[in-house]
């Protein structure tokens, strides 16, 4: 407990409004009960509920969905609350760069939902496209997103970044059998010829991956570059 006695007048009014503080940070904890209420509003698109819970002061709108394991506004986009997702990005104290458990940022997910006004408003507030690992252009690039991609290079996404063991946008896209993707992504300057850490190149996971298409698309541009 802190000890106030033997304080000058000013330490004792700091100390007496340090203890103000965490009292009433404790006061405006939210029940757990309360926390799955949020989350819950969050996953069915309850944009009153949830802008309400937000302005009472109990929620730090990048609190972590303790079931999730996601930010809210990760997990409205997951979701297709869009109308949340709409609340969440009109607040000031939102963190775009905000991670989940498994390490998605808001920005990977909407690239991965196909949800274009999203990706756009959070450039718009500078949310960080290059970073260490997976990236917002792999997941474009893995749900078969052409717009959301091409965006992403005109934001300066790095077009040949490694993922976990090594993946690149090139060989997630041709894994998943994008063929317009994976053009895409060679027209922009994509190297096939990268290797993944089981000394794989997109042409290989592609055939892997049983996609004659996208393997004779990829050799076709290899033998024009001899």
């Not at 709108?61 to 009109?90: K, S």
């Not at 959070?122 to 990236?135: D, I, K, S």
């Not at 976990?164 to 059998?177: C, I």
């Not at 027209?187 to 996208?214: Q, V, W, Y």
Request: hydrophobic letters at 50%; one cysteine or more; a neutral charge.
């Amino acid at each position: 407990m802190l000890n106030l006695t033997n304080l000058s007048l000013t330490q004792r009014k700091a100390g007496f409004a340090l203890i103000l503080m965490c009292w009433m940070n404790f006061a405006l904890a939210a029940t757990p009960g309360e926390i799955a209420s949020f989350f819950r509003s969050v996953q069915i698109d309850d944009p009153g509920t949830v802008e309400k819970m937000l302005a009472g002061g109990k929620f730090d709108p990048n609190t972590i969905d303790p079931v999730n394991g996601e930010p809210g506004l990760t997990l409205a986009l997951r979701e297709g609350a869009e109308r949340v997702v709409a609340v969440f990005l009109a607040e000031r104290k939102v963190d775009l760069e905000r991670q989940a458990h498994n390490g998605n940022t808001p920005l990977m997910m909407a690239a991965f939902k196909h949800n274009k006004p999203a990706v756009l408003a959070m450039l718009a507030r500078g949310a960080v496209v290059n970073r260490p690992g997976w990236t917002a252009l792999h997941y474009a690039a893995a749900s078969g997103d052409d717009e959301i991609a091409a965006i992403l290079l005109e934001h300066h996404a790095y077009i040949d970044a490694e993922a976990l063991a090594k993946f690149t946008p090139l060989m997630m896209a041709a894994r998943e059998g994008h063929e317009t993707t994976v053009a895409l992504l060679l027209d922009a300057g994509a190297d096939p010829r990268l290797k993944n850490t089981e000394g794989m190149t997109a042409l290989n996971i592609a055939e892997r991956a049983d996609k004659p298409r996208i393997v004779a698309l990829i050799a076709a541009r290899l033998a024009a570059r001899k």
